[in-house]
């Protein structure tokens, strides 16, 4: 049974910061790509970072949040963390975890006032 389960989320404040974490079950993160997407209100859908290789050797960070988020992985916990760092008020969205081929996490809510 594969699942995604996305911790970490909360309400800060701008300047502040957060770690989200993604534990996956059913199958081993090194042996898929593994993102962060999220989905502010009232906005499209963002790709925020990525391992696109499954060697975890290269990745993809949104020019939104270069500089600022931080994908990380630990093989030995199964999971893929983002942190998220210098939050700004458009950072608040619905954050998940996804998986190739077309695994979801449930998401979790990131609020920056």
């Known amino acids: 049974h594969v699942q995604l389960v996305e911790s970490g989320g909360g309400s800060v404040q701008a300047g502040g910061s957060l770690r989200l974490s993604c534990i996956a079950s059913?199958?081993?993160?090194?042996?898929?790509?593994m993102a962060w997407f999220r989905h502010p209100p009232g906005k499209e859908r963002e790709g925020v970072a990525s391992f696109y290789t499954t060697d975890g050797q290269y990745t993809y960070t949104a020019d939104s949040v270069k500089g600022r988020f931080t994908i990380s992985r630990d093989n030995a916990k199964n999971a893929v963390d983002l942190h998220l760092n210098s939050l700004k008020p458009e950072d608040t969205a619905m954050y998940y975890c996804?998986?190739?081929?077309?695994?979801w996490g449930q998401g979790t809510q990131v609020t920056v006032s």
């Open positions: 996804v998986s190739t081929p077309d695994y």
């Open positions: 059913g199958y081993s993160v090194s042996s898929v790509c």
